[in-house]
């Protein structure tokens, strides 16, 4: 009787292990278990979590806050102020950098927009330039960092809305694009920029600054940047 008992509990068992891999088995959502028992199953979610930041035009710092009042450039120091007062060939600090945030390695680019318009410049002498004609002129100028660890992308720039576009990729020390490590910064892509020596009267007030930004994507899941870029613009378009 013992052994008839035992010989049937045997069976149920095997009939509920059967029953549960055929539930497991109807859908792929269902390959976590959610019970106790699974706990060797949790996993954390990565994302692409990227700063710009640009410490000696505005106080920020890399994790996004600002520096306190005991540790901070003086406020005639920044270029946010500085650039309340732009006039020819002035130079102002303007430092963005990059911090990747995530939790994974990904793809980082940045962009430089550069206003442009029809002025009379002079050279560092006081000497008009082209003749003293106007000419298309970039209206702010910089160099880039050497440490950086950013290449321009192949074709640039390119023209939009009456501005240059620069776009740099992230190659480290080399020439082709690689992903940004978890946690890594990129130092700033310049340090400064400087204003054309535009003759006089011909820019307002109203004339646009440079403008900097980036776009990231997760290099997981992608055999080359080119393949993660096409992603990111099909999915944003």
């Known amino acids: 009787m013992r052994r008839s008992e035992k010989s049937f509990r045997n069976r149920a068992k095997i009939l509920i292990a059967a ?15 959610t019970d106790h028992e699974s706990a060797n199953n949790r ?32 406020s005639d120091a920044l270029g ?57 002129t970039e209206l702010f100028t910089y160099e880039l960092n050497p440490d950086c660890g950013m290449k321009l992308t192949p074709g640039q720039p390119t023209e939009e809305d009456g501005s240059y576009v620069y776009e740099y990729m992230y190659t480290g020390d080399g020439w082709r694009e690689i992903p940004v490590p978890a946690g890594q910064d990129i130092p700033p892509l310049f340090d ?24 990231a ?5 992608f055999d080359s940047p080119e393949e993660a870029w096409a992603a990111y613009d099909h999915q944003n378009n």
Do not use: C, H
């Open 80 to 136: 946010i102020n500085q650039a309340q007062d732009m006039y020819a060939g002035k130079e102002i600090p303007k430092d963005p950098a990059i911090k990747n945030n995530s939790k994974n390695d990904a793809y980082v680019r940045m962009t430089v927009k550069v206003p442009v318009a029809y002025v009379i410049t002079a050279d560092d002498d006081g000497n008009l330039t082209n003749g003293g004609e106007p000419r298309d």
């Open 43 to 74: 996993f954390t979610v990565g994302k692409v979590d990227f700063n710009l930041y640009e410490t000696s035009w505005d106080g920020e710092l890399p994790d996004g806050t600002y520096a306190t009042p005991s540790d901070a450039t003086p």
């Open 19 to 33: 029953g549960l891999l055929a539930f497991l088995s109807l859908g792929g959502t269902m390959a976590y278990m």
């Open 217 to 221: 994507i997760q290099s997981g899941g």
């Open 192 to 215: 400064s920029v400087s204003f054309a020596n535009v003759v006089g009267g011909q820019v307002d007030e109203n004339t646009e600054f440079l403008y900097v930004d980036f776009k």
